[in-house]
């Protein structure tokens, strides 16, 4: 009789204190994810890395121009009318202002260039030496350019003789070249039509802004499609991809998939609660820890990153299915006492509850230290997320239901279920060890068992991919090697430099056909040095006129028709030297935002990138031709990815290894035993060799999500074999009530974990398709290895 009193006294002064409290927290989470940024962007799944050469990689990928650049294909009907489909969406194109480049093959959108390197082609042309403007140099240039009147390329140099006989903007232009542009036809750039390619036209676009602003890029992917859309040309589709595209449409479909896996896995758990507690009220309550938890985790994630995932968000569904177990262990193991059912289980349950929270969160604390920040916030959204659903648990759902759940739905056949399989699973404790001896078995065998590349964590589609390889080999060729010398200094002056020393390494690689060519910011934007000494090397108009009259004695130009060269050599002995601010005013600047980086402390990185000859660069050959040049790295993407993968895949395995070991010393350190210690690591140990098993039997190449799905499995089935030890040796009865509330949440963490599994997303379904399986072997095996040694019945 002097309990009620005493509950009324705790209920009286305590509810209203902690439900206001949770409510202030809660809205304060509210407040602080409606300041929250919340973003798609795929490169949060690439490694951090501190490595110099490793960053530059990693920086072009998020924020350079291959971040920003689409390629667009224009299929179907006539080769005219697409070759005029072409020229009228890149005028379209050039004229929204939200593109730097339109590249379509045709001379005009390159004559702000042209232009650039006209004005300042006696600053530009490498053959500008005071040799060259002797009275053999000038006769052998102007022969030189009077030998090419007579070829195709003669149309263009006609009206620049009098200005250039020299041929030095035909000298740039070269330069210009690519080694291996796209074929042209009607003007303008089409497809190969090799392999089977359907006839095209195809460009590129450069958008303008940051690769990291996907609502520029959408805006950007938009205007193509309605710029097109306006043509009104009948038997034309079109077809845009690149790194824009992947972006906007995995915004686009992680969007979808959190929203259906939300909407879904709340749906289903209901149903599964309800059908469970027979009390809608019951279900309301034991949805409290849920939200109570994704919130905590995103206010977390917002506080330490700056900005929230999608995929965290998606990941952020599997919390219903585990947050919500703490609320159901409370809500069917403190009924049965009436009046002191939250104390009750204060004192028998929540140690173990605690205790299994601990080790989850020693194991998701690996996350923490996986190198992709992507990874780190889902360690932190795991972490901060069940501490706010454990102490939600524990301080507001007594405050609200202080004898648990009243209503016996389902619970009485699950506890019954439960009982049969717990009296039947210590019998087959040696066919599990068998199996796990088997998988030991297959995993040893295995060869190349981790293997998943980058690419594993894109939802880009093989489709999509495909379509991409398609249109970048009409432009490309298909031989790019993925290959880029990168160059840092300083400041511009000192790496551009620098760039000039590593382009003439690499040009007498050409030279020997090791590579098929190289780009550099250099052709158009010397340094000043460089600029300086081409300037000091033009005679003055005198002794200019003398070498040319003789020059051109006897010959067939006559000195008098080349006085408008004698005026631009004048011109450009004075003309101001450029410098990246001009270059950047001007038409230039695509060019040098594409080629060079200038860091917030001033230091420069230029960017040549290298055309290989075959299907790959010898990349050891470029870097030993380098080897002597400062601050000067050749870059092999996709093995540097590779390289980054693999490294940080080994050092995943190395931290996942010792959460697992932190989760031992853990339960040792709680347990004390070591007979105990060892009955309740068998179960984990097992259902991470039978998941490792599984994977390897079905050929599943395994990577870092597919570790992060391990540790998951140790971090949940800990709580199933703590709660059978504390059943074992704590005193506790193992009664219908409790047996129903694990089976329960098992079902609910397997369901949540399945729902990902079937996802879109790989970085979501990779972890899915580990956790869901794994989940439930860890219960069958604390069954089988841990089962309590009394099973009385309780009446339901």
């Known amino acids: 009789m002097n309990s009620a009193p005493g509950l009324a006294a705790l209920t009286t002064r305590h509810r209203a204190a902690v439900l206001l409290l949770w409510l202030v927290a809660m809205a304060l989470a509210g407040w602080q994810i409606t300041r929250t940024p919340f973003t798609a962007d ?133 330069s210009m070249i690519p080694v291996k542009s796209p074929r042209t036809d009607g003007g303008v750039w089409v497809s190969r039509e090799a392999g089977g390619t359907p006839p095209r036209a195809v460009m590129m676009a450069t958008i303008r802004g940051d690769g990291a602003d996907l609502d520029a890029q959408q805006a950007a992917i938009e205007t193509v499609r309605q710029s097109f859309a306006q043509l009104q040309a009948p038997g034309l589709h079109l077809l845009v991809s690149g790194a824009p595209v992947f972006s906007v449409d995995s915004r686009a479909q992680i969007k979808a998939e959190v929203e259906w896996l939300a909407l879904t896995g709340t749906l289903v758990m209901s149903a599964l609660l309800l059908a469970a507690f027979a009390s809608p009220l019951a279900l309301g309550v034991a949805m409290l820890p849920v939200a109570s938890g994704i919130l905590a985790g995103i206010v977390a994630v917002s506080l330490l990153f700056g900005n929230v995932h999608g995929i965290t968000l998606g990941f952020g569904a599997t919390l219903i299915g585990e947050a919500v177990d703490y609320a159901i262990y409370y809500l069917i193991q403190a009924r049965g006492h009436s009046g002191t059912g939250w104390r009750h289980w204060l004192r028998g349950n929540w140690p173990t509850v605690r205790l299994g929270l601990l080790t989850s969160l020693c194991g998701f604390t690996a996350l923490l230290f996986s190198g992709f920040p992507g990874l780190q916030q889902l360690g932190v959204f795991s972490l901060a997320g069940l501490v706010g659903a454990v102490l939600t648990t524990r301080f507001v759902l007594p405050v609200l239901m202080p004898d648990g759940a009243r209503g016996e739905g389902l619970r009485r056949p699950m506890g019954r279920a439960a009982r049969a399989a717990i009296a039947v699973l210590p019998r087959t404790r040696w066919l599990w060890l068998a199996l796990g001896l088997a998988s030991v078995v297959l995993v040893v065998q295995r060869e190349g068992l981790w293997k998943a590349e980058l690419s594993s964590l894109s939802p880009v589609s093989k489709e999509a991919l495909a379509l991409d390889a398609s249109l970048r080999a009409d432009i490309t060729s298909g031989s790019d090697g993925g290959a880029f010398v990168v160059v840092q200094g300083p400041d511009a002056e000192t790496t551009l430099q620098r760039a000039e020393a590593a382009a003439l390494r690499l040009e007498d690689l050409v030279n020997t056909q090791t590579i098929a060519g190289v780009d550099s910011i250099t052709r158009f934007l010397p340094s000043l040095q460089t600029q300086r000494q081409r300037q000091a090397a033009l005679p003055d108009p005198a002794a200019l006129e003398v070498a040319l009259a003789e020059a051109t004695a006897n010959g067939p130009l006559r000195a008098t028709r080349l006085t408008p060269f004698v005026e631009a050599v004048a011109q450009a002995r004075q003309l101001p030297l450029a410098t990246p601010d001009m270059a950047r005013a001007s038409a230039l600047a695509p060019l040098l935002d594409a080629l060079t980086l200038q860091h917030p402390d001033g230091h420069w990185t230029v960017l040549l990138p290298v055309q290989a000859s075959g299907a790959t660069v010898d990349i050891e050959k470029v870097r030993a031709a380098l080897a002597d040049l400062p601050q000067t790295q050749a870059i092999d993407v996709g093995g540097e990815l590779g390289r980054m993968y693999s490294r940080y895949l080994s050092e995943a395995r190395g931290q996942a290894a010792l959460g697992g070991l932190g989760v031992l010393l853990l339960m040792a350190v709680a347990l004390r035993q070591g007979r105990r210690v060892l009955a309740v690591s068998q179960p984990l140990l097992l259902a991470v060799l039978l998941c490792l098993g599984g994977l390897a039997l079905l050929q599943v190449p395994m990577g870092i999500l597919h570790l992060v799905g391990l540790l998951l499995v140790v971090a949940v089935g800990s709580n199933y074999a703590l709660f059978f030890d504390m059943l074992q040796h704590g005193g506790g009865v193992a009664d219908d009530d409790t047996l129903a509330s694990l089976l329960l949440a098992n079902l609910t963490t397997v369901i949540g974990f399945g729902l990902i599994a079937v996802s879109d997303i790989r970085a979501l379904s990779a972890i899915g398709a580990v956790v869901a399986p794994g989940a439930l072997l860890a219960l069958v095996l604390a069954g089988a290895f841990v089962s309590p040694a009394r099973t009385a019945a309780q009446p339901l």
Request: charged share 20%; hydrophobic share 40%; aromatic share 6%.
């Open 42 to 174: 795929l490169s949060a799944f690439l490694p951090a890395t501190t490595d110099a050469k490793q960053q530059v990689l990693i920086d072009q990928i998020r924020n350079g121009v291959p971040s920003r650049t689409l390629f667009i294909g224009i299929e179907g009907s006539t080769v005219e009318a697409r070759a005029g489909a072409s020229k009228q969406l890149a005028a379209s194109l050039r004229s929204s202002g939200r593109f730097d480049q339109v590249s379509n093959g045709e001379n005009d959108a390159w004559a702000g260039v042209g232009q650039w390197m006209v004005e300042r082609r006696y600053l530009l042309s490498p053959a500008v030496t005071p040799e060259r403007f002797t009275a053999d140099g000038l006769r052998e240039g102007i022969n030189e350019t009077l030998s090419l009147l007579g070829t195709p390329a003669g149309t263009a140099l006609k009206p620049l003789l009098e200005q250039d006989p020299t041929g030095e903007v035909q000298r740039i232009a070269e």
